[in-house]
């Protein structure tokens, strides 16, 4: 389970606990019961612009805001933001879009905010540092809960995945 890596042994150790006893997905399924309805590209530039203007007024407009069934947690990419630069006239414009992974499609409502509200931030500061995570902070005071949770999110669709192939896990999957 790729997605934990980073994470203190002693939290590891209780994931794969609950990995091994089957309990993982009735963990996330207690915690987040619900399924949002942002289930189109509209709704989620609908949804996505409500939380700038809420948070981050000052930042750049959004020209597309979009669910992308090309990103790929093989690649860890659960949300993406990109600024097209575009010359017109003797002028410079750059257009920022934000793209999400479309298996948040399916994913509780606190997961889909979590990966927009990471994608917003970035509109504001580029790098993972600081100012970045307190920025999401401001817009979601349970971020960091939410990104762990997200995570044994995918965690635990990767095990289900690999369980209804036939296949065991690989080692990398087994480490955690």
């Not at 209780?14 to 949002?36: C, N, S, T």
């Not at 499609?105 to 509109?123: C, G, N, Q, S, T």
């Not at 307190?134 to 990104?147: A, D, F, K, S, V």
Request: charged share 25%.
């Amino acid at each position: 389970m790729r997605f934990l890596g980073g994470y203190p042994p002693n939290v590891l150790d209780q994931v794969r606990a609950m990995a091994a006893a089957g309990k993982l997905g009735e963990h996330i399924a207690r915690r987040y019961p619900q399924r949002h309805t942002v289930q189109t590209d509209r709704a989620l530039y609908d949804y996505t612009t409500e939380l700038k203007q809420e948070y981050l007024r000052s930042a750049p407009p959004l020209h597309k805001v979009g669910y992308d069934a090309r990103l790929d947690t093989a690649q860890h990419a659960l949300g993406l933001h990109t600024a097209i630069s575009r010359v017109q006239g003797g002028k410079l414009k750059a257009k920022k879009e934000i793209r999400v992974a479309s298996l948040f499609k399916d994913a509780p409502p606190e997961f889909l905010r979590m990966i927009v509200v990471h994608e917003l931030a970035h509109l504001k500061e580029s790098d993972h540092n600081k100012a970045f995570y307190r920025l999401c902070e401001h817009m979601e005071p349970q971020y960091h809960q939410l990104e762990f949770d997200t995570r044994l999110y995918l965690a635990w669709r990767e095990l289900e995945a690999a369980q209804s192939k036939g296949a065991t896990p690989s080692p990398a999957q087994s480490q955690l």
